[in-house]
């Protein structure tokens, strides 16, 4: 066995040198076969010749070897790493020879598709959270005859957060069961059944039960659609691809704010507002009446040929063989969950999710970004900001919520060009202390200026504007900006961290932990300004964001550009920031060089340890 490791180790090397420029022969793409089809077929050949020589001596039990090939490179530039050396050793591979299939990066119209109709969820999840305080606005006396309570407001506002969070938790193991586009078709279906259910309401009690089965809807899409849009993205822009969902979602709050503002003096405009809200539902529904589910989801379900047809039509000009491998590769990784119903099945998930250490630690990054999301208190500042702006001489709250809303989308758009480029790391820990300052400044302002609650409204000591007005203003837009770019953001990767056994599942409590965030804070917000004034308040949330910030620097490695599947092994004994960081500049580095070798049709994925 020792001898075969060996071999195959030299022989992983002597095939794929060239894919490895800095590694210890100095292998150099532009230096290797210019026959790039002549090559691959060498290379297919050798693989499965190889593959079938090693299938015979693998080892039951998977374990990551760690006395592997030793391909020691130097690490420069980045400071972290200056003074280490690497070791690169394979990925999944108990015999030092596995290799991950990837594909050239292009990509193609259908992914396009996919991606777009995927993330209509995410334009509801944003639309149908956003509309509601327009919407509580233009009510007025049209449920009960009567004008709501601010109890009754805070229900119907919560009911959707509530709902979201009910479904999220079992969400997961549904798209693990049924698939995730019957999923996302069935989240339309409480889309619909939720605006009629409101469109028709003449009675509270009708608008918040409407409100709260849309919130089945939203609690679905928040989880699946990013889930979807991971699994057939390619890694080199899986990142951005993802960013798309935030975007229709950040641009679903602001087209609400807008609409809202437009139809906050129309007879029954609420009515209109929530209508709206079904044609993208009707969009998505049609669409995926002819689009597939995920190859990933086909693996699962040992849908081999189906899992081939959609890697085919996404990646157009690649060889069917590669194709074949690519499938076969997944299928190998693929460890299905043992259970005959979905309660056992999600009770053996569980387990697996807190037993097996790189999914306890997915798991602890997952909740924990999508807790910090919340409990830095965005939601809290785009519902209260109208409040803010009134005190420095804006009257209209509608106006400032599209500025601050715009602002989020602005900013979740440079997100967008930023994720897979700068990296998710950097761009949290760019966020989260440009959200401590912004917010420490706040909370200074605030102190000057003299704020306090009482019960639902806000009395200053001085009115019109004020300087300390003025710069909470500017602090809470900073903030906001900040806020979009990195946690507003990167929480909703999620799917990335967590394997195929465990994604459903992982990716449910993770969003779950978003919802009931997003629930506490939306109900405590305003006895916190009570109780602790506004100082407090955001003294409170600028903590949080700091804190963040450590547990982000010490907890989140860098996943740009890793294959979904390379992620455990990051995770497997630790946090691995370091060999994160190399091994994400490593798989940039390979694809800009076989970008430009036009060349790069498959390559080893490896995992880089420190040593
Ligand atoms: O990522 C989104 C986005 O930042 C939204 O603006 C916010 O309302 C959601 O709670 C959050 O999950």
């Not at 305080?133 to 119907?156: M, P, R």
């Not at 989240?187 to 409101?198: E, H, R, V």
């Not at 999600?346 to 602890?364: D, G, Q, Y």
Request: hydrophobic share 45%; aromatic share 10%.
């Amino acid at each position: 066995m020792k001898t075969s490791i060996a071999a195959s180790s030299r022989w992983a090397r002597d095939r794929f040198s060239h894919f490895f420029p800095s590694s210890a022969n100095n292998g150099d793409i532009g230096a290797s076969s210019t026959d790039q089809s002549s090559s691959q077929e060498e290379e297919l050949h050798h693989r499965k010749h190889h593959n079938e020589e090693n299938n015979s001596m693998r080892p039951k039990k998977s374990r990551v070897s760690t006395s592997t090939m030793q391909i020691q490179t130097r690490q420069d530039e980045d400071e972290d790493e200056d003074d280490g050396r690497i070791v690169i050793k394979p990925v999944n591979d108990e015999d030092d020879t596995s290799v991950i299939i990837t594909f050239n990066q292009s990509i193609s119209p259908f992914i396009i598709t996919l991606t777009f109709v995927a993330s209509i969820s995410g334009f509801m999840f944003g639309y149908d959270t956003g509309y509601i305080s327009s919407a509580l606005i233009s009510i007025n006396k049209d449920l009960d005859n009567k004008v709501l309570t601010y109890g009754e407001k805070e229900i119907i506002t919560a009911a959707t957060s509530l709902g979201a969070l009910i479904t999220s938790i079992g969400a997961g193991t549904a798209a693990d069961v049924f698939g995730r586009r019957p999923c996302l078709m069935f989240s339309n279906l409480m889309f619909l059944i939720g605006a009629i259910l409101q469109i028709t309401a003449h009675r509270f009690w009708q608008m918040a039960a409407g409100r709260l089965v849309m919130g089945f809807g939203v609690g679905i899409g928040s989880l699946i659609s990013p889930l979807f849009i991971s699994e057939i993205a390619p890694k080199m822009i899986r990142g951005r691809l993802t960013v798309i969902n935030s975007l229709w979602l950040t641009g679903g709050q602001l087209i609400a704010y807008g609409c809202g503002a437009g139809l906050n003096h129309v007879n029954n405009g609420w009515r209109i507002l929530v209508g709206l809200s079904l044609i993208p539902t009707v969009l998505q529904f049609s669409f995926f009446c002819f689009l597939p589910d995920t190859p990933r989801y086909y693996v699962m379900k040992g849908d081999l040929e189906r899992a081939k047809m959609v890697l085919k039509r996404s990646y157009v000009d690649t060889e069917d063989e590669i194709i074949d491998q690519k499938v076969d590769e997944l299928a190998s990784l693929n460890q299905s969950i043992p259970g005959k119903n979905p309660i056992i099945k999600f009770w053996h998930m569980v387990k697996e999710l807190h037993t097996v250490p790189s999914n306890f630690r997915a798991l602890i990054i997952g909740c924990g970004l999508q807790a910090i999301q919340q409990f830095t208190g965005w939601n809290s500042l785009m519902y209260f900001s109208g409040t803010i702006f009134e005190t420095v001489g804006f009257k209209n709250s509608s106006a400032v919520s599209i500025i601050v809303s715009g602002t989020n989308f602005v900013f979740t758009l440079i997100a967008f060009f930023c994720i897979d480029k700068i990296g998710r790391r950097y761009i949290l820990l760019i966020g989260l202390p440009g959200m401590t300052m912004a917010l420490v400044v706040c909370a200074i302002a605030f102190h000057f200026l003299g704020i306090k609650f009482d019960g639902a409204s806000a009395v200053v000591a001085s009115s019109g504007f004020s300087s300390w007005g003025i710069v909470i203003i500017i602090f809470i837009i900073v903030y906001a900006a900040f806020y979009a770019l990195g946690i507003g953001t990167v929480p909703w990767q999620q799917s990335e961290l967590f394997p195929q056994n465990v994604r459903g599942v992982g990716t449910s409590f993770a969003t779950a932990t978003n919802w009931a965030g997003s629930l506490v804070i939306a109900s405590t917000f305003l006895t916190m300004l009570q109780n602790i004034t506004p100082t407090g308040t955001f003294s409170f949330f600028a903590a949080v964001a700091c804190l963040s910030t450590i547990f982000c620097y010490f907890c989140y490695p860098e996943l740009s550009g890793l294959e979904l599947e390379e992620v455990q092994t990051i995770l497997k004994d630790g946090f691995n920031i370091k060999a994160s960081k190399a091994l994400a500049k490593k798989r940039k580095q390979q694809v800009a060089q076989g970008a430009a070798h036009h060349k790069l049709k498959f390559e080893p994925t490896q995992e880089i340890v420190e040593s």
